[in-house]
């Protein structure tokens, strides 16, 4: 019998003029996996004579039903947003950080990755190609890493001819891998005319589920075969979930929530260095910045943007505003540090931690009566995008990590 330990999950990426045309696993896809065929059998009704219903049966349509779940991390979330979110991409940066930015087109159709996914134990082995998301779920909770779930579709389930893939006759190593820590997360919230990113509502999120409709689905065509021709694109969007503890904050949500105002949401998680501190300008110009934090003169501010986090000698500050020739405006405290004054000559760096941030412009859709956590009061609320028309995104996603290209 089969040994549930010995179950392996493995995945590879299908050239895009081949799309669902089967290829070697090269990577190890950490998490669980629940796949099954669930294939279009048609059964004829007939007058026969007898009271069985049905004497004869023929399958119409192939198609395999995926369930991925694992612990959210920096490196694989990039396999679910490449088949569901955008595809044909990769992290962009000349050194060790790699920045990755999935934007949804909203006015053309999408490029998505399809992939060839191997899964099984020691029994036996199955693949099935052309695999892509229909939904993507990224939550989080207090004591507890992030976790992902993809519901994913493919042409057919088929025993793999030789087993799992071994390059070179060896089994594919597991890659190394850092989870995204939920209390690293940050939640911002904006009016839709303003700038997203821009205002922390600290001590208010406790738990949250974002999950992405991609709009995909098979498509079939008469074209000789019984496996889906294709893919299809329809209506996508973000339904986002959190639970708030109930404060100020959360008051002004409520109020905005009866007048279905639209918000800009941000929630940041921060990682470990992807990077050692690169792109040392000069330094910091003479008066270094005003206690407040919105004065912060260099010599070359050619390489600083907006969302970027930036240091000034050991002290991480975050870009939230682009600079103009001689200042840097509107710089923020970042990871528990304060906004202080510095002279001279202080070395102004990057800081490239690994980071994934859920962007989304929407109206409250739903906002839950009171309940309570030890003792606190907390409300569930829920969120649908829907168009802005200033913040033009609908949503986006994006990875700062290591990995350039997947694997």
């Known amino acids: 019998m089969g040994i549930k330990a010995l179950r392996q999950l493995q995945i590879g990426e299908e050239a895009l003029a081949a799309q669902g045309t089967a290829v070697p696993a090269t990577a ?30 023929v399958k119409i349509a192939n198609l395999a039903e995926l369930v991925y779940t694992g612990s959210a991390t920096f490196e694989q979330i990039l396999y679910l947003l490449h088949m569901g979110v955008l595809g044909n991409s990769s992290g962009v940066g000349a050194g ?32 099935t190609e052309f695999c892509m998301a229909s939904e993507i779920e990224i939550s989080g909770a207090m004591n507890e890493p992030m976790k992902m779930r993809g519901n994913i579709f493919g042409r057919k389930m088929t025993v793999c001819a030789d087993g799992f893939t071994k390059p070179g006759g060896n089994a594919i190593d597991p890659p190394t891998v850092e989870d995204i820590l939920t209390q690293k997360a940050r939640l911002y919230i904006d009016a839709e005319t303003g700038k ?4 922390e509502k600290a001590s208010q999120l406790i738990a949250f589920t974002y ?24 209506f996508k969007g ?15 949500e409520r109020l905005l929530f009866d007048g279905e105002t639209k918000r800009l949401i941000r929630i940041e998680a921060v990682g470990g ?21 919105t004065n912060l003169l260099v010599d070359d501010s050619s390489l600083v943007a907006a969302d970027r986090v ?23 405290a970042y990871e528990g540090t304060t906004a202080a004054t510095h002279g001279a000559g202080a070395a102004l760096n990057y800081v490239h931690d690994k980071r994934l941030r859920l962007d989304l412009t929407g109206i409250y859709t739903d906002w839950a009566t009171l309940s309570e956590r030890d003792g606190e009061d907390v409300v569930e609320v829920a969120m649908s995008t829907q168009r802005g028309t200033t913040y033009t995104k609908l949503f986006e996603v994006a990875v700062v990590n290591k990995v350039g290209s997947l694997p």
């Open 96 to 127: 060790d950080a790699k920045y990755w930015t999935f934007t949804p087109s909203m006015a053309a159709a999408g490029v998505f990755d399809s992939f060839t996914i191997e899964y099984g134990d020691d029994i036996e082995q199955w693949e």
């Open 238 to 252: 973000v339904d986002l979930r959190m639970t708030f503890a109930f404060n100020a904050n959360a008051e002004v």
């Open 310 to 332: 930036i240091k000034v000698d050991s002290e991480r500050l975050l870009v939230t505003a682009l600079p103009d020739a001689t200042h840097i405006t509107a710089v923020r």
């Open 273 to 293: 260095v992807a990077q050692a501190d690169e792109d040392t300008t000069a330094n910091v110009g003479a008066g270094g910045w005003t206690i407040d934090g």
């Open 28 to 57: 190890v896809l950490l998490g669980e996996l629940e796949m099954k065929s669930s294939p279009t059998i048609y059964r004829a009704p007939e007058h026969r004579g007898q009271l069985a219903e049905f004497s004869r049966s």
């Open 211 to 234: 999950t992405i409709r991609t709009g995909l689905t098979p498509k079939r065509y008469a074209d000789g075969s019984i496996d889906f021709s294709t893919y299809n694109e329809t």
């Open 196 to 199: 997203i990113g821009a205002t």
